[in-house]
């Protein structure tokens, strides 16, 4: 049972075992709730016998019904305490811990799962989904499990009691069940609609905060709305329908189950007739259908929110099934040469963007990599830092094939400058303090001065504390690059990664900052991709790649008296520097 539990409702193993404590206590909850019941039971037999032979009560019943009912009330009390008590602490530790683990579970994934996956949709699966699940496993998973074992007991005790009456009774229990099984599939396909269109409503909705100024920018103000308008027009339309048809189907349902009164109202009157029955039993079938049926009608109806769990159950499942990123937690490599042998890369399936890569770039050179845009530079130092396994071939650092190395380890060792320079929402210091935790306030302000930081820094109201907005807004292009380079400057890793580094500097502050940067590459292995030659002139060796092949590979002096890109890229520089000298 455990591991059924585990496997659907993707618990983990303390949180199936709590489960079926739940349904344990819960099902002690349902059958303490018949002892009022079973005190109704006695008092009307025993008043029917005074009725029918004419006998004076005795006053030890009163006291009889007065204990039972305060024992019924202290059982049921504790019961209800404990089935709380059990049920909501357990769930909500549940669902911490299914939140830790799906975190935990994307700091694994590589980065081909996030580019298929919307980042809305990925945070309503960590927030809403768990939090939806969560509602679903405290007020429906338990309940439905005890509600049907209950039943079954009390069923089973009524059939002994009167087998006769209770057919008459449960026969339309299943056919309302199978009304219900049948129609289950239409339901689950319109909750899977409504729950799309809920997706695709928060994705436009968030896809408009972040384009906000290129919205903005174009004009598409009304363009945007309209296209909003017509996804939530969309989302109440589907809405409206589910609602409609679940309602109509489970209405269906009831009312097969409401043909149990006259049901028996018709066999008992006519057992009673016939002197089959008691006037006795006649009278506590007619008081138990009022209620019997409760649990039915509520676990259908928890039955259909099952169906909304189905959905977010099958979500957190295909996360947990995507194959994670793992490898060594521990490595020190001999060397920091980095080699890619017969590497072969593909973004998406049948168009490869990397074909037959083979380079070497060796720790105390400067590797560059060139080429034309879209030419695949920025892919080959993303699989260096394993954010994207490769498809074929191997990629080696320190001959040690980073697919054995976990992503985390690995990256221990990278300083990297990204084109897109993201930082967040919080202080100068702390952003560049993310290079290395530990660092000092001190060597925090050193860095930022080797990265020419300083002089903006000071004019910003509060110095180093000054929080930047989200993702640097409040910071020009130049400065954000320039505090990511501060970043890469603190953390000093022996392999640096720089991707366009200098790109968004004007000349005085990018002499400086390769200054800085020649005193971070010092023997360190160092990957370059630049399109300026004044960035790459000092490199030690010259890669320009065209549509993902590698053309050329070898020293600039070799490759400048060629005839290919790299030579090229020269001449242009050449001849760029003297049109604008003229
Ligand atoms: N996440 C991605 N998903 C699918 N295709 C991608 C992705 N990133 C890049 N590509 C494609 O891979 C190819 C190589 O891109 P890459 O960014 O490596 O080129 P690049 O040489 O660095 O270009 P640039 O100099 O313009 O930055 C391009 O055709 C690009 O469209």
Not at 29 to 38: D, E, R
Not at 225 to 238: A, P
Not at 434 to 448: C, F, I, P, Q, S
Request: hydrophobic share 45%; glycine share 4%; proline share 2%.
């Amino acid at each position: 049972m455990i591991k059924f539990f585990q496997r659907y409702f993707a618990l983990s193993e303390s949180g199936a075992k709590d489960l079926r404590t739940a349904i344990f206590s819960h099902t002690l909850l349902n059958l303490s709730i018949m002892l009022p019941v079973m005190l109704a039971f006695i008092f009307l037999e025993e008043y029917l016998n005074i009725l029918e032979k004419n006998i004076s009560t005795d006053d030890n019943s009163l006291w009889f019904y007065l204990i039972f009912s305060i024992f019924s009330f202290i059982i049921m009390y504790a019961i209800a305490y404990i089935d709380y008590a059990k049920l909501y602490t357990k769930i909500y530790t549940e669902s911490s811990k299914r939140r830790i683990k799906l975190a935990e579970t994307l700091r694994e994934l590589p980065m081909s799962f996030f580019s298929k996956k919307d980042t809305a949709d990925l945070s309503a699966v960590i927030m809403e989904d768990t939090e939806q699940i969560e509602g679903l496993f405290s007020h429906a998973v338990p309940q439905i499990f005890a509600a049907i074992i209950s039943m079954t007991l009390i069923s089973f005790a009524m059939f002994l009691y009167d087998w006769r009456m209770s057919l008459a009774m449960f026969w339309v229990v299943p056919i309302s069940f199978l009304v219900f099984y049948l129609s289950k599939k239409r339901m689950e396909n319109g909750h899977y609609e409504v729950y799309n269109q809920k997706r695709i409503v928060t994705e436009t909705i968030q896809e408009g905060i972040e384009m906000i100024q290129e919205i903005k920018g174009y004009n598409q103000e009304s363009t945007y709305m309209q296209s909003l308008d017509k996804e939530l027009d969309n989302f109440e339309n589907k809405l409206i329908k589910g609602e409609l048809m679940g309602g109509a189907l489970l209405n269906s349902s009831y009312v097969v189950l409401k043909l149990g009164l006259p049901s028996i109202i018709f066999v008992g009157a006519f057992l009673f007739i016939e002197n089959k029955i008691t006037l006795f039993s006649y009278l506590v079938f007619l008081i138990i259908i009022g209620r019997i049926y409760d649990p039915f009608i509520e676990t259908m109806n928890n039955f259909a929110a099952l169906l909304y769990l189905k959905v977010r159950i099958n979500r957190i499942k295909e996360m947990d099934s995507m194959s994670r990123q793992t490898g060594l937690k521990e490595f020190s490599p001999d060397n920091f040469d980095i080699k890619f042998k017969n590497v072969d890369f593909s973004y998406q399936e049948n168009q490869k963007t990397l074909k037959n890569i083979n380079f070497t770039a060796k720790q105390g050179e400067i590797t560059a990599l060139i080429g034309t845009s879209g030419s695949g530079k920025s892919t080959i130092a993303k699989l260096a830092t394993r954010f994207w396994d490769i498809d074929k071939g191997q990629i080696l650092l320190g001959n040690q094939d980073i697919k054995e190395i976990s992503p985390e380890i690995l990256l221990k060792y990278f300083s990297i400058v990204f084109q897109d320079v993201v930082l967040f929402n919080t202080s100068i210091m702390e952003n560049i303090r993310l290079g290395r935790k530990n660092a000092t306030d001190d060597e925090v302000k050193e860095a930022a001065r080797l990265a020419q930081c300083t002089e903006f820094i000071n004019k910003l109201p509060k110095g180093y504390e000054t929080v930047i907005g989200e993702n640097g807004e409040k910071l020009s292009g130049g400065e954000r690059q320039r505090i990511s380079i501060a970043r890469a400057l603190l953390k000093d890793a022996p392999i640096i990664l720089l991707d366009e580094a200098t790109a968004n500097l004007d000349a005085r502050n990018e002499r400086k900052i390769q200054q800085a940067i020649s005193e971070l590459i010092k023997n360190k292995t160092v990957l370059i991709i630049a399109h300026r030659m004044r960035t790459i002139i000092n490199a030690d060796r010259i890669i320009s790649l065209e549509a993902g092949r590698i053309v050329e590979n070898d020293t600039p002096q070799v490759l400048r008296t060629q005839n290919g890109i790299f030579a090229s890229m020269i001449n242009k520089q050449q001849t760029f520097n003297k049109i604008s000298i003229n």
